[in-house]
Nanobody, 118 residues
Framework: QVQLVESGGGLVQAGGSLRLSCAASGRTFDTVGWFRQAPGKEREFVAT?????YYSDSVKGRFTISRDNAKNTVYLQMNNLKPEDTAVYYCAAKFGRTIVIASRYSDWGQGTQVTVSS
């Protein structure tokens, strides 16, 4: 049984920081990514880490993805948050190649809400 649990979301003011965590149990995956979805918007790629590390252009330089293999946990450090970052953030996992296409990820968490006020 695979379970991915996100935590660390909340309400912050613009310019603030949050650190999201994604704890995995049951399996160890090659690649874990973060995606986000705002109301009425398509789910979009944020960052992923595996054999390679990638960031979307919108978060590059502000967000940092990392992983603690001993804890089987992936983190997303989010700095200089902007109102446009407001969304539900999901972690997702897959085997093999590190990619940015959401549909190719096999397991998903339930999401954690991030709200950034202006």
């Amino acid at each position: 049984q695979v379970q991915l649990v996100e935590s660390g979301g909340g309400l912050v003011q613009a310019g603030g920081s949050l650190r999201l965590s994604c704890a995995a149990s049951g399996r160890t995956f090659d690649t874990v990514g973060w995606f986000r979805q705002a109301p009425g918007k398509e789910r979009e790629f944020v960052a992923t880490i595996g054999f390679s590390t990638y960031y979307s252009d919108s978060v590059k330089g502000r967000f940092t993805i990392s992983r603690d293999n001993a804890k089987n946990t992936v983190y997303l450090q989010m700095n200089n948050l902007k109102p446009e970052d407001t969304a539900v953030y999901y972690c997702a996992a897959k085997f093999g190649r590190t990619i940015v296409i959401a549909s190719r990820y096999s397991d998903w968490g339930q999401g954690t809400q991030v709200t950034v006020s202006s």
